[in-house]
């Protein structure tokens, strides 16, 4: 049975997971170039850039048989939930998103600029099912689980009644005014549409229950024994929101547990990175002592590497904190400071095993006046 709440949970879930912060806005996670599994193409090097406004990545893939192999390589945008731009700030325009390439991602192969084909398709996400034990904490599902389950594709159901896969909402709006009470009604039932309470306003009449995801994918020829190199680039619009920070160190008579626990956990804040955040943020008289900042989550689902055959050989993340005095965190090890802002990892025959999480945490505000 359709449930407001169920919807209204489902389309919000982009904002979940955010947690030490709050007044959430939304962005832009991330991922690598995806192929069909093979055991032909190996990825001989990666070297990832990860920054709060650009990522870019340099890669050498090598056909290891005697034959030339060709397939599609795919860079997918994660599904984006329109209900997340209606009840969120974020950092881009509908019009950003309604562009054929709402990142400005180029590619080349070989040095050369190579066309990609575009594409976009709207999917409805079912309900996480609950957890067995109620008093488990939440986990939230890996980034990756946007790729390899975006859920059910309604976008031709939805084309076929008049309502146009875009990010403006104001033209869904339309669409959805223009529908008769029956097919509304049939809306509601596949849980995609609610009509929202006449006090929200115009700009919320209608809670929508569907995200979109743009693929960017060209056709490519790995020749026989041959190393390829395969560079990309996109804008960085990570998510966020307000972060509050508490040295806490006991139970006291106003927290029985860490309010910052599950930050801690998700990024590997260790003693020292949390007196870097404590000493970053300004003290906030008003939230109980704690400092008050920024957060900027930057997830990168690093695991499409496992598509191709074997380790990467050789892999290098550069990340960019954007401000020497901002703070950065993540759950990796063989971390180096290479400058005021920058750090580096390398790893040799380097299988990931999860993606990364990196927090940056900054005293100045994701919206300047």
């Not at 743009?214 to 972060?243: D, M, V």
């Not at 008050?292 to 690093?302: E, K, P, Q, S």
């Amino acid at each position: 049975m359709f449930k407001k709440g169920l919807l209204l949970a489902t389309a919000l879930a982009a904002l979940a997971g955010r947690a030490g912060a709050n007044d959430g806005f939304t962005g832009v996670t991330a991922t690598g170039l995806q192929f069909q599994k093979t055991d032909a193409i190996a990825m001989e090097s990666e070297d990832l850039f990860i920054g709060l406004d650009a990522i870019k990545v340099d890669y050498v893939f090598k056909n290891t048989t005697g034959a030339d192999v060709t397939g599609v390589v795919a860079f997918p945008m994660p599904a984006i939930y329109l209900a997340s731009l209606i009840y969120s700030p974020t950092r881009f325009s509908a019009a950003d998103l309604d562009t054929d390439n709402p990142l400005g991602f180029t590619a080349t192969v070989d040095g050369k600029a190579v066309p990609v084909a575009t594409d976009r398709r709207a999917y409805i996400v079912p309900p996480e099912e609950p957890s067995s034990d109620p008093n488990a904490p939440y986990v939230p599902p890996p980034a990756s689980a946007e790729y390899d389950e975006p859920g059910t594709d309604v976008t031709d159901y939805l084309t076929s009644l008049g309502i146009p896969i875009v990010f403006d909402t104001q033209q869904v709006f339309a669409a959805l005014d223009k529908l008769p009470e029956s097919t509304l009604k049939e809306l509601e039932a596949k849980n995609l549409v609610f009509k929202g309470s006449p006090e929200n306003g115009p700009d919320m009449r209608w809670e929508v229950g569907w995200a979109i995801m743009i693929r960017h994918s060209w056709t490519q020829t790995f020749p026989a024994g041959a190393e390829l190199r395969i560079s990309h680039s996109y804008k960085a619009l990570p998510s966020g929101g307000l972060f509050y920070w508490y040295d806490w160190t006991k139970p006291t008579a106003d927290w029985e547990t860490d309010p910052n626990e599950d930050d801690k956990a998700k990024y590997c804040i260790d003693e020292g990175t949390g007196k870097a955040i404590d000493a970053a943020l300004p003290a906030d008289p008003d939230a109980g002592g704690a400092h008050r900042g920024t957060a900027f989550n930057i997830a990168y689902v690093l695991t499409t590497a496992n598509t191709w055959k074997g380790p990467i050989g050789s892999f290098k993340l550069t990340l960019d904190k954007g401000k020497p005095e901002n703070v950065l965190s993540l759950c990796m090890d063989g971390i180096a400071k290479t400058g005021p802002t920058t750090f580096e990892v390398t790893k040799t025959d380097f299988v990931p095993q999860k993606d990364l999480e990196v927090l940056v945490v900054s005293a100045s505000p994701a919206f300047p006046e």
